[in-house]
């Protein structure tokens, strides 16, 4: 079975730019979850789809962030514009039932 | 409220037992979780435990979880260099929203 899926693996940008990343859950899970790491923390919350409905996005900083999963299947998370603290490795993870996510290898942001 | 704490640091000895705790305050928490974390990588998912369980045992991995206190610990028996990563527990509330806890770096010396 195919893992979580995320590109790219790296990304370097200045302040103000603007950039978006891709994740491919595991075929068939209903439930992804956009995740932000910043280093030394544990991951945070940013979204949480249910097909391509938003079950939970209180943690989103809507001003800048945005998120789409237009066919329920696969997701891409925004930043417009980025700000040096948004660096961070961002996390998808999806799920098909109520007990496991499984975790993609993250995206891994510098914003300078 | 949503809050999960973990120590930082855990330092020991290669064929020790080692044992990471977590405290949470949600008691809405249907399942909790022990992800595994290693440089540069994602997490992988090492054990979950119901929240009507004490304990839950996985070969070197035992978990306990006191529901009163409010409190999960990790046992890693036979501790190895491989295990040496960040260890995040997680609680699961809500509508299968995961909360994660600050994590656990352990380091297992020769």
């Known amino acids: 079975e195919a893992g979580v899926a995320q590109s790219p693996r790296y990304k370097i940008i200045e302040k103000r730019q603007s950039v978006a990343f891709w994740c491919n859950p595991i075929?068939?899970?209903?439930?992804l979850y956009w995740y932000q790491q910043i280093l030394g923390q544990g991951p945070k919350l940013l979204i949480q789809?249910?097909?391509?409905?938003?079950?939970?996005d209180s943690q989103l900083p809507k001003d800048r962030f945005s998120a789409e999963r237009l066919k329920g299947v696969d997701s891409t998370l925004k930043i417009q514009p980025a700000k040096l603290e948004d660096s961070a490795v961002y996390l998808c993870?999806?799920?098909?039932?109520?007990?496991?996510?499984?975790f993609g290898q993250g995206t891994r942001l510098t914003v300078v | 409220g949503e809050d999960v704490e973990q120590s930082l640091f855990l330092s020991v000895r290669e064929g020790d037992s080692s044992v990471i705790n977590c405290t949470y305050t949600?008691?809405?928490?249907?399942?909790l979780y022990w992800y595994k974390q290693e440089p540069g990588a994602g997490l992988q998912l090492l054990t979950y435990i119901f929240s009507n369980m004490d304990m839950k045992q996985d070969q070197r991995l035992t978990v306990l979880l006191n529901k009163k206190d409010k409190h999960l610990s990790l046992r890693i028996a036979d501790t190895q260099t491989g295990d040496s990563a960040i260890y995040f527990c997680a609680e699961r509330i809500g509508f299968q929203k995961l909360v994660f806890g600050t994590g656990t770096r352990l380091l297992v010396s020769p």
């Open positions: 949600d008691s809405s928490s249907t399942y």
């Open positions: 789809f249910q097909n391509n409905g938003v079950v939970d």
């Open positions: 993870a999806s799920s098909l039932s109520n007990t496991e996510a499984f």
């Open positions: 075929s068939g899970h209903a439930t």
